[in-house]
């Protein structure tokens, strides 16, 4: 085949698919290796492969079919991990990303010098978000913008932006790279009014390269606030600047959102950021205790991952408290009892006791619906799942029989119950996004007692 051949099936996608969809999802697709009957191409993470399958599953081979005239098998596979460095734009590695970034331009200080790319854990959870992420540090104001992360709190989302901002303080430092608040952009608003210094205002963040905003969710409500984020927004957006926001909802879930700023938020990339699972969080706890110089062993690591919170946050805070009590006594050895003893006040020792009622509400929940609904005998798609999920975790995370869960789904027939247990679990050998569901389901069942 030619050299200019894979350039022209991604110039005949470009044709069928918008703009956004093709910067998103297929401008970053590699082509690896051609032979005579199939292609082997390299997309950036897993939840990228499974988005194309789902989303375009026959585009490419549409498209190469349409530029060669023959039917290829196209096979994707999954780039390797980077964890320790970050590429160019020519695929080769740069030098390991350093722990503190040089000072290149005024903005360094606005970034934590711990929170860089190297330093994130990368796990199913939040993989998209991070590659999104990389891709808006690596060359900002280009494919996704704006880019809106969210999830809730102590996952992750305040150390994606600083990674941004001290990835391109290192490698970019010509650009204006500005992080703030939602809160502090409000005061910065405030003060400009009182101080009648609005034209101030409006340079400062009118003449950035990239705006990274914190809890964008807490300017809902303010009418002065969103009027002039929402002249922000657009003077940047129009200048082709980079705008990165988070937030700890979903965008048409925030309340006293103006519709404008509402849109707009939903114009680039969104991604999400869920709770993550045992391993991850064991690889993370791992790491920010190497960080604090704390010999943290495996096992340790798991009885805090099980028994603290899925949070981050809150585990790096019982991490210093470990790691404080053991500078206390001597250096002491951190095992299962010294931890049990340390944290006592937050870990729950006693059995957790789950129930029928517990996994219907965290179902309803975790599908945005009502209790009512799952109990119902309504036979939709989007009910008829949730209450097979919620009645295959009655079976494994309660003593309940199965009248007793039939009862407690509003007076069904046990074998309702029988059949959704066999039902999903033949689905999760063949559907990891269910697997992935119910994992969340469970883990907010065990930290929520």
């Not at 585009?59 to 005239?69: D, F, H, L, Q, S």
């Not at 009645?391 to 309702?416: E, Q, V």
Request: glycine share 4%; charged share 25%.
């Amino acid at each position: 085949m030619h050299d200019n051949f894979w350039p022209q099936v991604l110039a005949h996608i470009k044709e069928q698919v918008s703009e956004q969809n093709f910067l998103t999802w297929f401008k970053p697709i590699k082509l690896i290796k051609t032979e005579e009957t199939s292609l082997l191409l390299e997309v950036p993470n897993r939840f990228f492969k499974d988005w194309l399958a789902d989303n375009y599953p026959s585009a490419i081979e549409n498209a190469v079919e349409a530029i060669t005239g023959q039917s290829l098998k196209v096979t994707c596979k999954v780039a390797k991990k980077t964890p320790n460095y970050l590429k160019n734009n020519d695929g080769k590695p740069d030098s390991k990303v350093p722990e503190q970034p040089p000072a290149s331009n005024g903005a360094h200080s606005l970034f934590n010098p711990k929170y860089t790319f190297a330093e994130f854990v990368v796990g199913p959870s939040n993989e998209f978000s991070h590659a999104a992420a990389l891709a808006v540090a690596k060359q900002p104001g280009t494919s996704y913008n704006p880019l809106f992360i969210y999830s809730s709190a102590g996952l992750g989302k305040t150390h994606l932006l600083h990674a941004i901002g001290n990835h391109i303080c290192r490698y970019n430092s010509r650009l204006k790279t500005h992080y703030v608040t939602s809160e502090d952009f409000t005061n910065d608003l405030i003060s400009a009014i009182k101080e009648d210094k609005m034209p101030k205002f409006r340079n400062k963040y009118r003449q950035i390269d990239v705006l990274l905003i914190d809890d964008i969710q807490f300017i809902a409500g303010k009418e002065r606030t969103q009027e002039e984020f929402f002249h922000t927004f657009n003077a940047l957006y129009k200048s082709h600047k980079q705008i990165v926001l988070t937030s700890d909802k979903f965008p048409m879930d925030i309340p006293k959102l103006e519709d404008r700023l509402r849109t707009r938020f939903e114009w680039g990339l969104i991604a999400d950021i869920q709770p993550p699972d045992n391993e991850t969080l064991v690889a993370i706890l791992i790491t920010k205790a190497n960080q604090e110089n704390l010999i943290l062993n495996t096992d340790v690591a798991f009885f805090l991952a099980e028994n603290v919170s899925s949070n981050i946050r809150t585990l790096e805070g019982a991490l210093l408290r470990i790691a404080a009590f053991s500078s206390f006594e001597n250096k002491q050895e951190i095992t299962i009892d010294f931890v049990k003893k340390v944290l006592k006040d937050i870990i729950k020792l006693e059995d957790k006791v789950i129930t029928v009622e517990d996994i219907i509400t965290a179902a309803a929940e975790v599908y945005r619906l009502k209790t009512s609904d799952i109990r119902s005998r309504k036979k939709t798609r989007n009910v008829v799942v949730p209450r097979q999920v919620a009645m295959y975790l009655s079976r494994k995370l309660t003593n309940c029989s199965y009248p007793d869960i039939a009862d407690k789904f509003g007076g069904k027939d046990h074998s309702t119950v029988i059949y959704s247990e066999k039902k999903i679990a033949g689905q999760l050998k063949e559907q990891p996004a269910l697997q992935e569901v119910i994992d969340k389901i469970t883990l907010m069942l065990k930290n929520s007692h």
